[in-house]
């Protein structure tokens, strides 16, 4: 794994919103399932960090997957989190343009067949 690689299973191991400075750029532009404007700087995705982690305090997110090119990278992953006291998961894919090692740009697709039985 890349470095960047690296630090990104490391956040989603244990994920913070305080910490996402440490693969986030302060200008990041977060595209993100179901929010129909881009999110822009690092307090929106602070906030979204916060809400997933306030919605599924034990959410944790594993790479199955990842390829860089220059300063493009994908990362698929497998989430899985407590939800009504049952297990549950679901797969993703995060595209994220990098600057100096932080994601500037970043789309995030996931199926959320794993996440309704958690609404319901």
């Not at 944790?60 to 990842?66: A, I």
């Amino acid at each position: 794994m890349n470095d960047f690689v690296e630090r990104w299973a490391a956040f989603w191991a244990a994920p913070d919103p305080d910490a996402v400075h440490a693969i986030a750029d302060e200008r990041i532009v977060l595209r993100y399932p179901g929010v129909s404007e881009p999110m822009t700087g690092i307090d929106a995705w602070k906030e979204r960090v916060g809400s997933i982690v306030e919605r599924f305090p034990d959410v944790r997110l594993d790479v199955t997957y990842h390829a860089t090119v220059d300063d493009l990278c994908f990362i698929s992953w497998r989430a899985s989190a407590t939800s009504q006291g049952r297990p549950i998961s679901w797969e993703g894919t995060d595209r994220m343009l990098l600057r100096d090692g932080r994601v500037i740009d970043s789309m995030v697709a996931f199926d959320t067949s794993g996440l309704r039985p958690a609404a319901a």
